[in-house]
C-alpha cells in the first residue's frame, strides 16, 4: 500500500525568506571565504572550515548549537550570518516496493516564488540509489518524459542539489553516528550507495552549479561518495560531455532512446542540434573511458516506435568501439501520454541481440510507479502563486 506521510515535524528547519545564506553545497575554498567575511581570523579559518565541514556532511548538522568543539561566541556569530538547515519537505510518498519520493519546496527567489522539486530513493538488495534532480522543469521536450512536459523554470543552485542528499540522509536516519546505533545497519555501512542525475532537469545546461556539488559530494571527508558511484545522465548536449570528463569526472549516461536522427529527433528534440553520430563520437572520446569506466547508455522501449529488432542491430553496430552497458527501460506510463510501453517479448528479445553482441543490457525493473516516482515520471507541480495565493492553498482554502 502506498503511503504518504506528513512532514510537518521537518519544516522548521526552514525559515521562508531568511536573509542569511546557506553554508551548505560550498567547496571547502568558498566556506574559508565565508569565514573570512564572519570575521573568522585568517590563522583560524582551516581549522574552523574543518570543523563545519565535518559538522555539516559527517555529522549531518541542522544547527550551530550542535557543534560542540566551537566556541559558544563564534557559533553565536555564525548563526547571526549564516544557515544549514535544510528546504522544506513538502510530501514524503513511499511506494510498496519500498521507493521513496520526496516532493521539496525550496526557498523563495527574488520574486517570492518558492519552486519544488522532487528526489527519489531506489532501495534494492545491493545498493541504494538516490536519484536528484538539477533544475526546476527541464529545458527540453522529450516525448516519452513526463518532467519534461514542464517548462524550465530555473537551475538549482549547488546547495540546492547538495540539500537533496542530506534530506535523504536525514530522513534514512543514514548518518554515522546514527548507523552505529542501529541493532541492524545496512551492508556496506550506508543506504545511498549510489548517486544518479536523474531526476528533473539537464544537468548539463547546469554545468557550474552540478560541477561544485559533485565535488562537495564526492569529497572524502563529507557525505563521501566516489565519483565511480555517483553517475550523470545528460539527453546529449555534445559540446560539454569531453569538459564534464574532465572537470566533473563522475561515470557518464546517455538518453539514447533511437537508432535513428528520425526517430530520436521526435523523441529527444536535442538531436536536431546534435544527431547521433555526433554525441557517439563525443562518447568515444569520453576522458577515462574503459572496460572498468563504461558509458551506460539508457533506452526506453515504446511499442511500435523504437523496439524491433532492426533497431537492436543498428544499436550494435552504432555502440562499436565504445565500452558500454545499455539500460532497457519499460516505460513508465503517465498522464495524457500517447506512448505504451513494449510487450515483454519484444523487450526480451531486443535484449537478446544486445547481450549476443557483447553489451549487457539490463532490463530495469520499473520502481515507485504507484507514487509516480518511475523514471521519466517526475513532475512537481510547481505554481508562481502569490504569497497570499500560497498560503490559501497551505490551509485548505
Given at each position: 500500500m502506498t503511503t504518504v506521510l506528513n512532514q510537518l515535524a521537518a519544516r522548521p528547519r526552514y525559515i521562508p525568506n531568511d536573509p542569511r545564506p546557506s553554508l551548505i553545497g560550498l567547496t571547502r575554498d568558498e566556506l574559508a571565504a565565508a569565514l573570512a567575511r564572519a570575521g573568522v581570523a585568517e590563522k583560524q579559518r582551516r581549522m574552523r572550515m574543518g570543523q563545519l565541514w565535518h559538522w555539516i556532511y559527517h555529522r549531518g548538522a541542522t544547527s550551530f548549537a550542535a557543534m560542540t568543539d566551537i566556541s559558544k561566541e563564534l557559533r553565536t556569530r555564525l548563526d547571526e550570518v549564516f544557515i544549514i538547515g535544510r528546504p522544506e519537505i513538502v510530501t514524503e510518498q513511499v511506494s510498496t516496493d519500498g521507493t521513496r519520493k520526496w516532493l521539496i519546496r525550496l526557498a523563495p527567489d527574488e520574486r517570492g516564488a518558492a519552486h519544488e522539486v522532487e528526489t527519489v530513493y531506489i532501495p534494492e538488495e545491493d545498493r541504494g540509489t538516490l536519484c536528484i534532480s538539477?533544475?526546476?522543469?527541464?529545458?527540453?521536450?522529450?516525448?516519452?518524459?513526463?518532467?519534461?512536459?514542464?517548462?524550465?523554470?530555473?537551475?538549482?543552485?549547488?546547495?540546492?542539489?547538495?540539500?537533496?542528499?542530506?534530506?535523504?540522509?536525514?530522513?534514512?536516519?543514514?548518518?554515522?553516528?546514527?548507523?552505529?546505533?542501529?541493532?541492524?545497519?545496512?551492508?556496506?555501512?550506508?543506504?545511498?550507495?549510489?548517486?544518479?542525475?536523474?531526476?528533473?532537469?539537464?544537468?548539463?545546461?547546469?554545468?557550474?552549479?552540478?560541477?561544485?556539488?559533485?565535488?562537495?559530494?564526492?569529497?572524502?571527508?563529507?557525505?563521501?561518495?566516489?565519483?565511480?558511484?555517483?553517475?550523470?545522465?545528460?539527453?546529449?548536449?555534445?559540446?560539454?560531455?569531453?569538459?564534464?570528463?574532465?572537470?566533473?569526472?563522475t561515470m557518464l549516461a546517455i538518453s539514447l532512446h533511437a537508432t535513428t536522427d528520425e526517430i530520436r529527433n521526435k523523441l529527444v528534440p536535442l538531436n536536431k542540434k546534435y544527431p547521433i553520430k555526433e554525441l557517439l563520437d563525443a562518447c568515444r572520446a569520453y576522458p577515462g573511458l574503459s572496460n572498468a569506466r563504461r558509458i551506460t547508455f539508457e533506452y526506453v522501449m515504446l511499442k511500435g516506435v523504437n523496439d524491433s529488432l532492426a533497431d537492436a542491430k543498428r544499436l550494435v553496430k552504432l555502440l562499436a568501439g565504445i565500452p558500454a552497458k545499455v539500460n532497457l527501460i519499460p516505460f513508465n506510463p503517465w498522464p495524457g501520454t500517447q506512448h505504451e510501453c513494449s510487450d515483454w517479448e519484444a523487450i526480451e528479445a531486443f535484449a537478446e541481440v544486445l547481450n549476443k553482441a557483447g553489451y549487457a543490457s539490463p532490463v530495469r525493473t520499473p520502481r515507485g510507479r504507484d507514487i509516480m516516482a518511475a523514471c521519466g515520471q517526475l513532475k512537481s507541480e510547481s505554481q508562481k502563486l502569490r504569497a497570499k495565493e500560497r498560503l490559501a492553498v497551505e490551509a485548505g482554502a
Open positions: 538539477s533544475q526546476v522543469g527541464c529545458t527540453l521536450t522529450c516525448t516519452f518524459c513526463h518532467t519534461g512536459t514542464q517548462k524550465l523554470v530555473r537551475n538549482l543552485s549547488a546547495n540546492e542539489i547538495v540539500a537533496q542528499v542530506m534530506i535523504a540522509r536525514d530522513r534514512l536516519a543514514e548518518w554515522p553516528h546514527q548507523i552505529e546505533a542501529m541493532k541492524t545497519p545496512p551492508a556496506g555501512g550506508r543506504y545511498i550507495t549510489n548517486v544518479v542525475l536523474m531526476g528533473m532537469g539537464e544537468p548539463l545546461y547546469n554545468f557550474d552549479n552540478v560541477k561544485r556539488a559533485m565535488a562537495v559530494v564526492s569529497d572524502g571527508e563529507g557525505l563521501s561518495l566516489s565519483k565511480r558511484r555517483i553517475t550523470l545522465s545528460t539527453s546529449g548536449v555534445v559540446p560539454e560531455i569531453p569538459r564534464a570528463g574532465e572537470e566533473i569526472g
